[in-house]
Nanobody, 124 residues
Framework: QVQLVESGGGSVQTGGSLRLSCVAS????????MGWFRQAPGKEREGVAA???????SAADSAKGRFTISQDNAKNTLYLQMNSLKPEDTAMYYC??????????????????WGQGTQVTVSS
């Protein structure tokens, strides 16, 4: 059973930074694909960034230049470094494990396992 546990969310002011972490366990597939999604109240869940076991990455336009996805395979941990945060980045952020390698397209339906989420709030 795959389990994903996020941490690192919080409240920051505009222009601030946060680093989200996601620890994965129970993942036996050697070809992995992990992603970050977010969902604001009243809006659909949207992809933020993804990375596969070959190191290929993808990012939504809203994240490019500000957010960086990375992973530490030795620690089974996925990260999302978020810089220059804006109020519109306020959302619940979810870590997810998806289907290699199509998950780089950041389509919700290509992800099988989800964490419980961590809240990010950016104030102006």
């Amino acid at each position: 059973q795959v389990q994903l546990v996020e941490s690192g969310g919080g409240s920051v002011q505009t222009g601030g930074s946060l680093r989200l972490s996601c620890v994965a366990s129970g993942y036996t597939n050697s070809r992995t694909c992990m992603g970050w999604f977010r969902q604001a109240p009243g809006k659909e869940r949207e992809g933020v960034a993804a990375i596969d076991s070959d190191g290929a990455t993808s990012a939504a336009d809203s994240a490019k230049g500000r957010f960086t996805i990375s992973q530490d395979n030795a620690k089974n941990t996925l990260y999302l470094q978020m810089n220059s945060l804006k109020p519109e980045d306020t959302a619940m952020y979810y870590c997810a494990a998806g289907v290699f390698p199509v998950c780089l397209a950041l389509v919700v339906d290509e992800y099988n396992y989800w964490g419980q989420g961590t809240q990010v709030t950016v104030s102006s």
